[in-house]
């Protein structure tokens, strides 16, 4: 066999042995997951974009309602992984988003896909939540300068000693009725989380309590006051007091939904915090692990059980999330396009 021969049949051996394995990728990969795919890469030729993320219906209905989203003629949307991600312009800034679903598992998973997927330059998240702080009311909304996750627990047996890591202290004999007696339930101890991110050491994770929205987005919102947020939800139901826009507060996230006035106040108490949902810090804490800008806009929709009567959410909540997407519409608006463009 002369040496031109023998080069072709090792080429011919390498190609046999490739096929089988580009067989098995194309099988592993959907159909309709490899033509999602192939839109994306169009899509990101025409970025970089700013990222949209949201939580449940009533918030996305409200965001759309305004009108202010224009989508991609050409592309308006991109199906992936059950979730549907639109492409369009809100205030002339091209955007990409997406309702990631309730709870701290669909937020992250829904960021980070954006994150890895797209070009995107920064995450605005935003949705409605209760309220534990009796200076803010039903109606208004706000744009936490921290977060932290309150949904991670140490469960303690009575008079347990507290874990190293854990910052915060519930222990539910406090709330005996009557009081006095040993609670069986015992106490949890609020955990930090383990939070790896581009800025740190690899493989060794931080420890925070706190989740810092991005400073410059931050000074953006600051400006913001000037928003108009309505007051009534319908032509015969009205707050009695013009709702305001507070940027700075602290806000907590865990996977509860709070209607619980003990608990709300244990956390106004404990933590400082004024809003109370269950995304914003997942969505805070992938941002800032992969490196990107983020910020969280939450409008109040409740007092998180500390009202008389039933949850005001089916009252107030589609007012909350019209003056939320009427917050993010004026950050949009406000933020410098140099702040997309060099992010």
Not at 103 to 122: E, P, R, S, Y
Request: charged share 15%.
């Amino acid at each position: 066999m002369g040496a031109k021969q023998a080069v072709l049949l090792f080429y011919l051996i390498l190609a046999l042995g490739f096929i089988p394995l580009l067989v098995f990728s194309a099988q592993a990969i959907p159909f309709e997951r490899l033509e999602s795919l192939r839109v994306v890469k169009k899509v990101n030729k025409n970025g970089p974009f700013l990222g949209l993320i949201t939580v449940y219906a009533p918030e996305e209905e409200a965001f759309f309602k305004t009108g202010v989203f224009t989508p991609n003629r050409r592309h308006p949307f991109v199906d992936l992984s059950g979730r549907r991600f639109r492409i369009g312009k809100v205030e002339g800034k091209k955007v990409i988003y997406v309702k990631c679903g309730v709870g701290l598992v669909n937020a992250a998973a829904a960021t980070q896909q954006m994150l890895d997927l797209f070009d995107i330059k920064g995450i605005i998240h935003f949705g409605i939540s209760g309220n534990a702080n009796s200076s803010m009311q039903i109606g208004d909304v706000t744009i936490p300068g921290q977060l932290a996750q309150t949904g991670l627990w140490d469960w303690l047996k009575p008079n347990a000693t507290m874990e190293p890591n854990d910052f915060a202290q519930f222990d539910f004999k406090s709330y005996n009725d009557p009081k006095g007696g040993e609670n069986q339930l015992g106490k949890v101890g609020y955990s930090t989380e383990q939070f790896y991110s581009a800025a740190g050491e690899v493989n060794v994770p931080q420890r925070p309590v706190w989740f810092n929205i991005t400073n410059n987005w931050l000074h953006v919102a600051s400006h913001l006051q000037g928003v108009k947020l309505d007051q009534c939800a319908n032509s015969t139901l009205c707050l009695p007091e013009k709702p305001k826009l507070a940027v700075g507060l602290k806000g907590a996230t865990s996977n509860f939904f709070i209607d619980n006035a003990a608990y709300t106040q244990f956390l106004f108490k404990t933590f400082g915090v004024t809003s109370l949902d269950m995304e914003s810090s997942a969505v805070v804490m992938t941002c800032l692990s992969n490196g990107y800008p983020v910020i969280a806009i939450r409008g109040l929709s409740d007092l998180a059980g500390t009202q008389k009567g039933d949850n005001t959410i089916r009252l107030f909540g589609s007012l909350a999330a019209l003056n939320t997407a009427k917050v993010v519409i004026g950050f949009v608006k406000s933020l410098p396009i140099n702040h997309v463009s060099q992010l």
